[in-house]
């Protein structure tokens, strides 16, 4: 054989080794990463093992291998596999491998700035730009320095546009920068460069959901489910759209789906939960209680398999608030925040069950605590802190809360309404009951109609046709007070004037000014009840019933009676209605009845 034909067939066979090993390396990746998609960490790892004893600067090797020792959460574990990198960094000659492989797993440990440190050594070294790149963009993502973050991901597409890892990176920056449009590219490419990975559908679902686009979002959450089926997040993501369409009986199988995978995901038992109390709102009487009992039994076997996961008991004391079991649902939330004690949406919450019992001093205290945290419910805290100061007759505090309130829902009428309030009885603060009683009627005396005639003028000729009236029905007298209550409500809905109807429904023991206050609640009430029985359905029937009905939830106000004709014209929540049959004072009244 000549010396050419020999050197060509060693030329040949070490070829054809190094390429059976190079495709070797590439079955085994290949399997350790379809193991790592799928969360099987300890099985990835085990491949990931194998290539590096054949080759142990295998980049994608160790990257793999860094990932899935962390995914596991294992202590003891990334401790190791960190100190084995450390070593290596230690020895000579360099090598900007060890210095990035020890960079990546301080930054998956959240030691930023020592990961950036190491980065920085493995570029000096002349280690993959792209790759150091992206692991300082993702290190600047997770300090929040969102701009630095997009310049160095930028610079790691530019380096190397085939690598996946700086266009997930950069979609989630975008997308934390809530500049969807931009985010939505970057993860549909990474999604083409690892078609595999289906925690990128996942991205490419949640930004088209942060769209509002949920179609779209189910169709890539749908796709994510294919490829990770045994990860419950992909179940819990196409269950929580679908619930936003309504599609109640899809999410529920989805979340169930998730649950087989992984009957300890805290969270599917409750999105379970609240998907059984959505649901219950379309049933009635036995069909509503099985519901609520299935959301009460997903919220419980929630706390079982994680006695911390503080939602599930905030949802549960929901149900029992709406039961009126307030007892119970505070000794809830307060376990709760044993968990969470810095969590102001469980102040909010305690403070809201103690409103609800009418224990304003402890539901002042929990408010006061929330807003010390900087609770983002601000406003409604305000709210109801402001009402309860109200209530135990702390009216400039209340006012206080009020104006705070004010500042961040401008177009809270009800708000204004218990301002409005608030102010008048902190400037009348202080004075005596009697000069009180005198400031209220004056007020009321000194109403005048559109005519420009006082109150007394027509006071007696309608005192006149509205006795015949309730004489007939046996309601006794039509009082002055009354009178003046009705006709000062008309002109001053939220003055003292309320305290002359106060003085007809709370008994004498009260002060003034208590019972200006449940007279305004009371009246408050029943507008409020007035939504439930509008005056237009009574009216459309032509049914004297309904108007009873509807007379006994809201008091309608006699507004004329033409004394020759008998005609009743009144006028209840501002419309006024003319016809033969009536309610006077809730009383159905015809033409000639009497």
């Known amino acids: 054989m000549s010396r050419i034909k020999a050197k060509g067939l060693v030329v040949f066979v070490v070829l054809s080794?190094?390429?059976?090993?190079?495709k070797r390396e590439e079955r085994l990746l290949s399997k350790a990463d379809e193991y790592w998609f799928?969360?099987?960490?300890d099985e990835s790892i085990i491949f990931?093992?194998?290539?590096?004893?054949?080759?142990?600067?295998?980049?994608?090797?160790?990257?793999?291998?860094?990932?899935?020792?962390?995914?596991?959460?294992?202590?003891?574990?990334?401790d190791r596999l960190m100190r084995e990198y450390e070593v290596k960094t230690e020895m000579g000659p360099k090598n900007g491998l060890w210095f990035y492989c020890l960079g990546l797993s301080m930054s998956l440990k959240k030691e930023y700035d020592e990961a950036l440190t190491q980065y920085m050594e493995a570029l000096e070294l002349g280690f993959d730009g792209a790759r150091c790149y992206s692991g300082i963009g993702w290190v600047f993502y997770r300090k929040n320095m969102l701009n630095e973050a997009i310049d160095r991901l930028r610079k790691a597409i530019e380096l190397n546009p085939k690598?996946?890892?700086?266009?997930?990176s950069l979609g989630q920056v975008y997308a934390k920068k809530k500049l969807y449009d931009n985010a939505l590219p970057m993860f549909e490419k990474y999604v083409e460069l690892e078609p595999k990975d289906y925690d990128g559908y996942l991205q490419v679902g949640l930004t088209y959901e942060d769209k509002n686009m949920l179609d779209k979002a189910i169709k890539f959450y749908k796709k994510a489910a294919k490829l990770g089926a045994k990860d419950y997040r992909c179940w819990y993501f196409l269950g929580t759209a679908y619930k936003k369409k309504e599609l109640y009986d899809k999410a529920i199988d989805c979340f169930e789906k998730g649950l087989r995978e992984n009957p300890k995901a805290a969270n599917l038992y409750t999105s379970l939960g609240l998907i059984y109390e959505k649901k219950s709102m379309l049933f009635y009487f036995a069909g509503r209680r099985a519901l609520i009992d299935k959301a009460v039994s997903s919220y419980n076997e929630s706390i079982k398999v994680d006695p911390k996961y503080v939602r599930a008991y905030v949802y549960l004391s929901q149900i029992?608030?709406?039961?009126?079991?307030?007892?119970?649902?505070?000794?809830?939330?307060?376990?709760?925040?044993?968990?969470?004690p810095g969590d102001h949406h469980l102040y909010f919450s305690i403070g809201e069950v103690f409103f609800l019992e009418k224990s304003y001093d402890q539901a002042i205290e929990a408010f006061e605590k929330a807003l010390s945290l900087g609770t983002s419910l601000e406003a409604q805290t305000y709210k109801l802190l402001g009402i309860a100061y109200y209530n135990k007759g702390y009216y400039d505090k209340a006012v206080f809360c009020f104006e705070n309130t004010l500042k961040v829902t401008l177009e809270d009428t009800e708000i204004r309404q218990w301002a409005y309030n608030a102010r008048i009885l902190q400037k009348y603060q202080g004075k005596s009951e009697k000069e009180l009683e005198k400031i209220a009627i004056k007020k009321i005396r000194n109403y005048t109609d559109e005519k420009g005639k006082t109150v007394d003028a027509n006071y007696k000729k309608l005192l006149e046709a509205v006795k015949k009236i309730r004489n007939a029905f046996g309601l006794g007298e039509f009082s002055k007070n009354e009178y003046y209550a009705w006709k000062a409500r008309r002109k001053y809905p939220n003055e003292l004037?309320?305290?002359?109807?106060a003085q007809q429904m709370v008994g004498p023991g009260d002060s003034f000014l208590d019972r200006y206050s449940t007279a305004q609640v009371l009246s408050e009430d029943r507008r409020h009840r007035a939504n439930f029985y509008p005056i237009k359905v009574a009216r459309n029937l032509g049914n004297y019933r309904s108007f009873s009905v509807y007379g006994s939830f809201v008091e309608p106000i006699v507004f004329n009676i033409d004394l020759g004709t008998e005609k009743i014209v009144f006028v209840c929540?501002?419309?006024?209605?003319?016809?033969?049959?009536?309610?006077?004072?809730?009383?159905?009244?015809?033409k000639g009845g009497l």
């Open 573 to 590: 929540e501002d419309e006024e209605i003319e016809r033969d049959g009536v309610i006077v004072f809730g009383i159905p009244y015809k």
């Open 38 to 41: 799928n969360n099987n960490f």
């Open 17 to 22: 080794i190094f390429i059976g090993c190079e």
């Open 48 to 78: 990931y093992k194998k290539v590096l004893d054949a080759n142990p600067e295998s980049v994608k090797a160790n990257y793999g291998l860094i990932f899935a020792t962390f995914s596991k959460e294992n202590k003891a574990d990334t």
């Open 497 to 501: 004037v309320y305290v002359v109807e």
């Open 320 to 340: 029992l608030i709406k039961k009126n079991n307030y007892e119970d649902a505070v000794v809830l939330l307060k376990e709760a925040l044993e968990l969470a």
């Open 163 to 168: 690598y996946a890892s700086p266009y997930y």
